[in-house]
């Protein structure tokens, strides 16, 4: 029977995951897109309708409302919710396809928008109501969370017996041309880089201060970046799941203007997420630093350059002490011409169209909330091959590493 496919969100990662779905009509079948604002769902709908010849259904939603959102499940009555809105939105959205009884997929675990921390607890601890429910949930099906974890699950069940660690490496060497901008939602990019670092080693958690920890990396296609520690959510499930680690680490890369304004902005207080007055008028700083900023969505036809996104695996085989590198490299400007979004909006909306294909085909299915890792990930691996997220393995000697300085 013909599949019905209900997006939630209409930014930059929303405008990917619909036109994707749109490629992949004869699995998502009808496909609904709902947003806050439905004239951006309906400038996504066009665009598709002029460029893939799909049309797409479009409708307002306030994700904020379990009520809302159940009113809006039940008229379109899907076999799947891709959740591409905001993390403050995860719970809602969970909550009410648990009373819908459908399955879900998100891109970004939980975040409380009074506290700058994000952790899968709240999301982990709707399993036992998602398999009462009888459906599935998988969580962090876009890039980094996402494809990183499948790269790891990969790593594990192709080249090691053991894991032993795990350096997760995100290189966003795109220009989009503006001293400052952020490549998806600004508050959200914000506040995970102005919070304290945080990596995983011999059972516990070390905490840095923000950026401490710089290292340069050499990433093939790109060269050599500087790229800094940060706490990342997929960090969380993959000390769960991954055989032997005893260490996994963050790094993503910052140019010096990026760096410069952000430690700017940070100590005249303008990334503070606590409500200040303001001419009797009450603002949250960060939120109006968001409203100033240029909209990721509209960086696409300016950002040029590639991303190179992977994992650096050290760990044993047979005996035999190994390191694997596996990573994708995305062009900014192909991206825009494909889907007309740039790199980092494509890298995250394309693996959360695969991870809803999987489960709409049945290739990954269970019953309760999941993460990437749980599934076997050669049908993920594949189809990031031919959905326009070619990946490579470099197999490197034990004691061989890309980083250069
Ligand atoms: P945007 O801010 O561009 O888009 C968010 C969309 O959600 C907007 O259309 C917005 O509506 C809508 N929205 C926000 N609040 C509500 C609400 N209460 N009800 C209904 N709709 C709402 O964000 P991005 O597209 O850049 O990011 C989307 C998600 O992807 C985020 O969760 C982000 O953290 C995640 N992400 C994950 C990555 C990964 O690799 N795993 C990488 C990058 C992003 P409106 O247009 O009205 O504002």
């Not at 769960?240 to 760096?259: D, P, Q, V």
Request: charged share 25%; net charge negative.
């Amino acid at each position: 029977m013909k599949k019905k496919t209900l997006i939630i969100g209409a930014g930059g990662v929303g405008n990917v995951v619909a036109f994707k779905c749109a490629m992949n009509v004869e699995t998502f079948g009808d496909i609904t897109l709902a947003s806050r604002t439905v004239s951006k769902c309906d400038a996504i709908a066009k665009n598709i309708k002029e460029k893939v010849g799909v049309t797409l259904a479009t409708m307002s939603v306030d994700a904020d409302s379990v009520t809302k959102l159940v009113e809006v499940i039940t008229q379109v009555n899907p076999d799947i919710v891709i959740n591409v809105a905001l993390p403050y939105q995860d719970l809602t959205i969970m909550d009410a396809c648990t009373k819908c009884g459908v399955d879900y997929l998100d891109t970004a675990n939980y975040e409380h928008p009074d506290t700058a921390k994000f952790e899968y607890k709240e999301q982990w601890a709707r399993d036992a109501q998602f398999k009462e429910a009888n459906i599935m949930g998988l969580l962090g099906s876009g890039f980094d969370p996402g494809v990183t974890n499948v790269f790891c699950a990969y790593a594990q069940k192709h080249y090691f017996d053991e894991i032993h660690t795990i350096d997760i490496l995100d290189c966003n060497a795109g220009d989009h041309g503006y001293p400052f901008a952020t490549n998806f939602n600004p508050e959200i990019n914000l506040r995970e880089v102005s919070a304290k670092g945080r990596y995983w080693e011999n059972g516990s958690w070390i905490e840095t201060e923000p950026m401490a920890i710089k290292q340069v990396w050499d990433y093939p296609e790109v060269g050599a970046k500087d790229s800094y520690l940060l706490y990342h959510e997929e960090m969380e499930s993959l000390v769960k799941h991954i055989k032997g680690l005893k260490r996994i680490r963050f790094f993503m890369t910052f140019g010096e203007s990026y760096l410069t304004h952000m430690k700017c902005l940070e100590n005249v207080g303008m990334l503070g997420i606590k409500e200040v007055e303001h001419k009797g008028m009450k603002i949250v700083p960060m939120e109006f630093l968001a409203t100033l900023l240029p909209d990721p969505a509209s960086l696409g036809p300016r950002t040029k350059g590639k991303t190179n996104i992977g994992i650096f695996a050290k760990g044993m085989k047979d005996g035999v002490e190994k390191t694997v590198y596996i990573y994708q490299v995305s062009d900014h400007e192909k991206c825009y011409q494909e889907v007309m979004s740039q790199g980092v909006s494509y890298t995250t909306g394309v693996p959360a169209m695969i991870g809803a294909k999987l489960m709409l085909e049945g290739k990954w299915q269970g019953k309760g909330v999941f993460n990437m890792e749980e599934f076997d990930p050669d049908p993920f691996m594949d189809e990031l091959m031919v959905q326009g997220l070619p990946w490579k393995v470099m197999e490197l000697g034990a004691d061989e590493s890309r980083r250069v300085d």
